[in-house]
C-alpha cells in the first residue's frame, strides 16, 4: 500500500526511439530478415514466427502513434491530463518490458509462492575450467561449500559444515 504521506514520482514519458537498441534494430532488421535464410537458417532453423512479432511489437512499444490511454487528474480543480504510450509487454527483445516483467514475476514469486522462512538459498556456479577437477575430485566440493559460507559471512556454517553434499552446496 502506497505512503499517502509520500510525495508522488514524476513520471517521464521514455522516447524508445532514441535508444540506442531502437536505432540498431532499425536499422539492421529488414537486412537481417533479407539473409536470414541463406546465411543463418542451416545453422540456427527456421526463423519462428514468434521473433519476428516480438520485434515488430518492439518498434510500437512506447509509440504514441501505436495507441495510448489518456490519464486525467481525478481533482475536478486540476484537469491536468497525460497520455501513456501502450506497452509491447514482450520478453527478451524490448529491455524496458523485459525488466517490468522480471520484477513483476520476482514479486509474485516472494509473495505468494515463497514461505517466510528464515534461510536464503545462494546459487553459486563453477567456472567451466574448473568443472573437471570438481568432476574428479567429488570431496572438495564439500569445501568448496564451508568456503562460499565463510565468503558470505556465515561463520556458523562455514565452521561446521560436514552436512553439505557433494553435488549440491546448500546453505
Not at 37 to 57: C, M, Q, T
Not at 143 to 153: P, T
Request: charged residues 20%; positive net charge.
Amino acid at each position: 500500500m502506497p505512503d499517502p504521506t509520500s510525495t508522488p514520482s514524476i513520471y517521464r514519458p521514455r522516447s524508445p526511439r532514441a535508444s540506442p537498441l531502437w536505432q540498431i534494430v532499425n536499422h539492421s532488421w529488414n537486412d537481417f530478415l533479407a539473409i536470414y535464410e541463406s546465411k543463418y537458417r542451416k545453422i540456427h532453423g527456421p526463423l519462428r514466427p514468434f521473433s519476428i512479432d516480438a520485434v515488430n511489437d518492439f518498434y510500437k512499444c512506447g509509440d504514441l502513434s501505436a495507441g495510448f490511454t489518456r490519464l486525467q487528474c481525478p481533482n475536478p480543480d486540476c484537469g491536468h491530463e497525460r497520455l501513456l504510450a501502450f506497452t509491447c509487454k514482450s520478453r527478451h527483445v524490448c529491455p524496458a518490458c523485459h525488466q517490468r516483467r522480471v520484477s513483476a514475476t520476482g514479486d509474485w514469486i516472494a509473495e505468494t509462492l515463497c514461505k517466510p522462512v528464515p534461510h536464503r538459498q545462494f546459487v553459486f556456479t563453477i567456472p567451466r575450467m574448473l568443472r573437471g577437477i570438481f568432476r574428479k575430485r567429488r570431496r572438495i566440493q564439500a569445501e568448496g561449500g564451508r568456503l562460499q559460507a565463510g565468503g558470505l559471512g556465515i561463520e556458523e556454517i562455514s565452521s561446521n559444515a560436514s552436512y553439505l553434499q557433494p553435488g549440491a552446496s546448500s546453505l
